[in-house]
């Protein structure tokens, strides 16, 4: 089983509120990426790290932003949140150095509703 | 555009008989090619990985896979199937080198006992 936590598991908040979704990992993995699913669904790369104080936009265009000053942990931030960004945020992270095909290795997510 | 295509929504079939979950790719070069399976409320386990040598890879839970290159898919493979099994499953390529994990839109399946 990896080790990577996601907190909190499920959060209902109204609009506006300030929101930090926490990640973090102990295997020591330089690549992070925040992925948003609604439930049952594709997955959509909005943030990835390559390391500390290394971020990056994904596909998906997201008002989150991330941060990276640790290597285990990576959280996700909505500064004011609205009902659409109602989903289920993943976080994983995979090793770095050269890439071998690496898997990715996940969190149990994030259920997130805004009112 | 690199992308992955998984055509089957969904996969029925009854515990014990072998199931088969499709998945083809356009993407260029020699991709990395992975599988996933997702259960209810919990995030995304990797099952199995080709990255180059013997057309058929063995991965977790008595999975396989099969790489075929002159027709881009990697198809997933179980002889014998258990209801246990009966989740979201998740193809996925990488170009080596890539930063870049692209993943299907997934596949359910169920298994009936």
């Known amino acids: 089983e990896a080790d990577i936590y996601q907190t909190p598991r499920y959060l209902v908040i109204g609009t506006g509120k300030k929101i930090t979704l926490e990640c973090s990992q102990t295997?020591?993995?330089?690549?992070m990426y925040w992925y948003q699913q609604d439930p049952g669904m594709e997955l959509h790369l909005i943030h990835y790290?390559?390391?500390?104080?290394?971020?990056e936009k994904g596909d998906l265009s997201s008002e989150s932003t991330v941060s990276r000053i640790r290597t285990e942990h990576f959280p996700l931030t909505l500064e004011s949140a609205r009902p659409s960004h109602t989903s289920q945020y993943l976080c994983?992270?995979?090793?770095?150095?050269?890439?071998?095909?690496?898997?990715?290795?996940f969190g149990d997510g994030t259920r997130l509703s805004i009112l | 555009a690199q992308s992955v295509a998984q055509p089957e929504d969904q996969v029925n079939v009854a515990e014990g008989n072998p199931l088969t979950v499709k998945c083809t790719y356009s993407?260029?070069?020699?991709?990395?090619l992975f599988w996933y399976v997702q259960y209810p409320n919990r995030g995304l386990q990797f099952l199995l990985k080709?990255?180059?040598?013997?057309?058929l890879v063995k991965g977790s839970y008595g999975f396989e896979a099969e790489f075929n290159k002159s027709q881009t898919s990697f198809h997933l493979k179980k002889p014998s199937a258990l209801v246990s099994d009966s989740a979201l499953y998740f193809c996925?390529?990488?170009?080596?080198?890539?930063?870049?994990?692209?993943f299907g839109a997934g596949t359910r399946l169920f298994v009936k006992a």
């Open positions: 993407v260029s070069g020699n991709p990395y």
């Open positions: 080709y990255i180059t040598g013997d057309n």
């Open positions: 994983a992270s995979s090793e770095g150095g050269r890439d071998r095909g690496q898997p990715q290795h």
């Open positions: 996925a390529v990488r170009v080596p080198g890539g930063f870049k994990t692209i």
């Open positions: 295997m020591g993995h330089d690549k």
């Open positions: 790290s390559y390391g500390v104080n290394s971020t």
